[in-house]
C-alpha cells in the first residue's frame, strides 16, 4: 500500500538569509544576496568574476569552535540547515533505527582539500590536518548530521551536480515508501565560493560577469542573461510517514508526492537543447504523484540564468505541458539565491513547500526584458496561489545531463 510522505520540519541557512524563516522572507521581499566579494585572493588571483551570492550568516557565529574546526564549510551549512529543520519539526522522539539521512552535495570539501594542498607545498606532510579527508569527503555533510541527531536507519549521499538535492529529496521518498525508516533528514548543501571554483566557472563562460552589478547579475528569462552567479548554504526537509507524523501530532507543510531522475546521455555540461530527458522526468514525478499535467499549479523552475540553460528548460516545460504552460506561474528563485549548486534543489524544493503551504508563489527579480523565445508566466512580485488542492514541481538539472524532480501537493 501506498504511504503518504509529508514534510515536517524545514530549515536553511543561505546567502538570504541564517535561518529558513528569514531567508524566506528576504525572497518574498524580492531581495538579492549576491554581493562584491572582499577577500584579498580575489585580487590576489585577478579572477574575472568578483562577486557570489555568500551565505548572509557565517557559519562561524552560529557553531561552537570545536565544531567548525572539524567540519568543511559544507558540513558546517549542512549542520546548521539540519539542526533547525529537527527543531522545527519538534525533535521527533523517533527510534534511531528508524531514522535516516539523504544528503547531497555537488562538490564536498573543496575549501578543505584547496587548503590542504596549500599547507603541503607550503609547510610540508606533517602540518596537514589528521582529520583533511573526513573534512573534504563528499558525505561529510550527511555523516555530520547523522552522528548529531544519532540516525542509524542509513546515511547517504548523492553527487549529481546541480540535481544532486533534488534527487536526495526522491531517495528520502523511496526510502519511506518501502519501510526502510520513518523518519528522514533530506537536503543538500554547497561551499564552493573559492577562487578556483570561480576561476573554472568563468572559464567555461558559465558565470554572470557583472561585476559592477552583483544584485543584478542572476536574471533568469531575461534577454540580457548572461551566466548564473555562485552561491552557498543549505537547506533541510524532516520528511516522515503521515502515519508517523499525525501519531505525536506533528505540523504538516506539504505532501512530498515522489519525484523521477533520469539523464540526458548529451553532453558534461550543455543539456540538451531538445529537453526529452528533462521532459520525461517532470512528467514521470507528475504520473508518480498520480496527478496530470493539468493539475500543475506552480513551477519552481532550475533556471540558472545562462543563455542556453534558462531555454533548454523552457522547451522541456513546453514538451510536457503544451498550452496549458502558459497558465502556470513560473518562479526563479535562483535570481535571489545564486546557484547553490548540490544545494540548490533542496532550497529551491523548501520555497516549494512553503508556496504551497502558503498559497504565495515568490517571486523572480532582475527580469526587466523577458527573452520572448521563452513565454512563461513568470511570477515577478509575490503572487496568491488558488485555494483546494494544490501541485506543484520543482526542477533541478545539472552538469553530466542528471535530470531530477520532485513533486509536492499542498495540506
Known amino acids: 500500500m501506498t504511504k503518504k510522505i509529508v514534510i515536517t520540519g524545514i530549515g536553511a ?54 565544531e567548525t574546526k572539524r567540519l568543511d564549510p559544507s558540513s558546517q551549512f549542512a549542520l546548521i540547515a539540519g539542526r533547525e529543520a529537527w527543531a522545527d519539526a ?3 522522539g523517533v527510534d534511531p533505527g528508524r531514522l535516516a539521512v539523504d544528503w547531497a552535495t555537488g562538490i564536498g570539501g573543496v575549501w578543505t582539500l584547496l587548503d590542504a594542498w596549500d599547507t603541503l607545498r607550503e609547510r610540508g606532510p606533517r602540518r596537514v590536518l589528521p582529520m583533511t579527508v573526513p573534512m573534504l569527503m563528499p558525505n561529510g555533510p550527511a555523516a555530520a548530521i547523522g ?27 523511496d526510502r519511506l515508501q518501502q519501510g526502510l525508516a520513518d523518519v528522514v533528514i533530506a537536503g543538500g548543501s554547497e561551499a564552493a565560493i573559492h577562487p578556483l571554483p570561480i576561476a573554472s566557472f568563468a572559464a567555461m563562460q558559465a558565470l554572470s560577469k557583472r ?34 507524523a499525525k501519531a505525536r501530532g506533528a505540523h504538516i507543510y506539504a505532501e512530498l508526492l515522489g519525484g523521477s531522475v533520469t539523464s ?30 493539468s493539475d500543475v499549479s506552480h513551477i519552481n523552475a532550475h533556471a540558472t540564468s545562462t543563455p542556453v540553460g534558462d531555454i533548454a528548460e523552457y522547451n522541456a516545460l513546453r514538451r510536457v505541458f503544451g498550452d496549458l504552460l502558459d ?28 508556496a504551497l503551504s502558503e498559497r504565495i508563489a515568490p517571486p523572480t527579480i532582475n527580469l526587466t526584458e523577458q527573452d520572448p523565445e521563452i513565454p512563461l508566466d513568470v511570477v515577478t ?27 509536492f501537493r499542498s495540506v
Open 13 to 66: 541557512t543561505s546567502p538570504l538569509g541564517g535561518t529558513a524563516a528569514d531567508t524566506w522572507s528576504a525572497l518574498l521581499a524580492g531581495e538579492s544576496g549576491a554581493t562584491t566579494l572582499e577577500q584579498p585572493w580575489v585580487q590576489e588571483t585577478h579572477l574575472p568574476v568578483t562577486f557570489a551570492a555568500q551565505a548572509r550568516v557565517s557559519p562561524t557565529t552560529v557553531l561552537e569552535r570545536h
Open 90 to 92: 519538534g525533535s521527533p
Open 147 to 173: 552522528m548529531d541527531l544519532h540516525a542509524r536507519a542509513g546515511i547517504r549521499t548523492v553527487v549529481s551536480a546541480c540535481a544532486s538535492s533534488t534527487e536526495s529529496i526522491a531517495n528520502a521518498y
Open 211 to 244: 561585476n559592477d552589478d552583483p544584485a543584478t547579475a542572476s536574471r533568469p528569462y531575461d534577454i540580457t542573461r548572461d551566466g548564473f552567479v555562485l552561491g552557498e548554504g543549505a537547506a533541510a526537509l524532516v520528511i516522515e510517514t503521515e502515519e508517523h
Open 264 to 293: 540526458d546521455a548529451y553532453h558534461i555540461t550543455a543539456p540538451d537543447p531538445e529537453g526529452s530527458a528533462a521532459a520525461r522526468a517532470m512528467l514521470e514525478a507528475i504520473r508518480n504523484a498520480g496527478g496530470s499535467i
Open 327 to 354: 497558465g502556470i506561474p513560473v518562479s526563479a528563485t535562483k535570481a535571489s539565491t545564486g546557484h547553490l549548486l548540490g544545494g540548490a534543489g533542496a532550497i529551491e524544493a523548501f520555497f516549494t513547500v512553503k
Open 381 to 407: 512580485s509575490p503572487r496568491a496561489l488558488p485555494t483546494g488542492d494544490l501541485l506543484a514541481i520543482s526542477n533541478s538539472f545539472g552538469f553530466g545531463g542528471h535530470n531530477a524532480v520532485v513533486a
